[in-house]
């Protein structure tokens, strides 16, 4: 097994899971870049934590280490193709659930994963998925009624 030694971890998106992600690791010691939309306005959430720096998503792309996927699946793919060329043998942390936007359905057709169409989206790249079956909450509450969660990844660095 390689062992990997981590400083920067980007993260595409700064809702409720991107947040959560990027604090707990930021706690760490990390430095955190966020590729957001609109940077100007998102960067007032993150602007009392000194190792977190917020840009658009090209920035956070270019600014090194593993790139943590956090936006919605429904938005997932496209961005991909977006910024595909930036992402070219870099570690990409798929964290979507690729459900309808109510999460009352899987909008995958039962064959490829989310994780499958991310890889064959990004096809230099390597793709982990990883925090999808733990919710935002449990970053700062990890635990399910006093048992601990366990946070289960697939994939290779
Ligand atoms: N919430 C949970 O507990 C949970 C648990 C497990 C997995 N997930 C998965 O994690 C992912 C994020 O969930 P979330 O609850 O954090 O969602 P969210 O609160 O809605 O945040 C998603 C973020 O993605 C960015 N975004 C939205 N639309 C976009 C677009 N069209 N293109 C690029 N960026 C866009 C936005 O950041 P900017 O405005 O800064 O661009 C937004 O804040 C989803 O795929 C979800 O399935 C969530």
Redesign the pocket.
Known sequence: MTRVELQRVSI?????????VGLALAAAGLDIT??????ET?SKKFSEFRNVT?TD?IGACRAGGPVI????????L??MRQVGSELADRTIID?????SPD?SYLTTDGRRSGAEQIAETLASSRVVKM????????FSNPGFSGEQVQAFFCGGV
């Open positions: 595409l998106g700064t809702g409720k899971m991107g947040s959560a966020y590729g957001s939309r609109t940077p998102t917020v998503i996927v956090a936006v919605p699946w429904s938005a997932t496209d961005l964290m979507t659930n690729p459900t999460w925090f999808n079956g733990i919710i935002a909450d449990n």
